[in-house]
């Protein structure tokens, strides 16, 4: 297909590249086919994935100019790229900043928003003991149900995003994306699984650029919300 003939071109080009061009490479040849229209195919059963997770692991061990069986998890780190198991994570983060920030036309949120209370500049949620959940998770009987973007979206909104508080901390799409990008590189593939301290090493990470003050006020509003979740306050 497409892709593999992309990583074909990379693997002829990459003994005359440096990484940082083939990484520029991957992001205009590859990461197209994976990410157009991820919405509404990114929640597929893997057995029809699987073949596309492999293809970029590929690519990254070129880019990296790894060996052909290398661990691929710390070529991810090293290049920061976010994997195909959290890209849709990832793009559905994207569209609920998006839908909550009101940056949808008018009509298409009046469409697929599924945050009408929350969507809102000036929207600050309470946080009270018995709330199980921020925003009602649609109910969906069927597992095909399940994967629609209305349901993962606010499931995604209840567990990920305001736990983190990420949406509150970024003034722009550029910026959610570079710290969103950061969180889903180091969580998920770091041996502690520790969202705070990666929110840390995000927040430390030279392509999310903030100054000392706004780390330690969002570095404490994140450990308050932590000990919230837990039912410590």
């Known amino acids: 297909n497409k892709m593999a003939k992309s990583i074909g071109i990379l ?3 990459k003994r ?4 940082k061009t083939l990484l520029m ?3 205009s040849l590859i990461y197209p086919y994976l990410n157009y229209c991820h919405l509404l195919w990114g929640k597929a059963p893997a ?4 073949k596309l997770f492999v293809l970029q692991k590929r690519a990254v061990r070129i880019i990296s100019n790894s060996q052909y069986l290398a661990h691929s998890i710390p070529l991810y780190k090293e290049l920061n790229i976010v994997p195909f198991d959290e890209l849709y994570r990832f793009q559905c983060s994207i ?6 920030k009101e940056l949808f036309p008018t009509h298409v949120l009046d469409l697929i928003n ?4 929350l969507a809102s500049q000036d929207y600050q949620p309470v946080l009270t003991r018995s709330a199980s959940s921020l925003v009602t998770t649609p109910f969906c009987r069927t597992a095909i149900r399940q994967t629609f973007v209305y349901y993962q979206a606010t499931h995604l909104y209840n567990n990920f995003l305001f736990p983190l508080n990420i949406l509150n901390l970024c003034n722009s799409t550029l910026h959610f994306k570079r ?11 770091s041996l502690s699984q520790d969202p705070i301290e990666v929110l840390y090493f995000s927040y430390s990470h ?3 650029c903030l100054n000392y003050s706004c780390f330690v006020f969002s570095f404490l509003c994140t450990i308050l919300r932590a000990l919230w979740i837990f039912k410590v306050i």
Do not use: A, E, Q
């Open 11 to 13: 693997n002829k080009v």
């Open 16 to 19: 005359y590249l440096n990484s």
């Open 25 to 27: 490479l991957y992001y």
């Open 47 to 50: 057995v029809h994935t699987n």
């Open 95 to 100: 569209f609920v900043y998006k839908c909550i």
């Open 114 to 117: 599924p945050f009408p209370s």
């Open 179 to 189: 710290l969103l990008k950061n969180i889903l590189v180091w969580c998920f593939f």
């Open 206 to 208: 030279p392509l999310v």
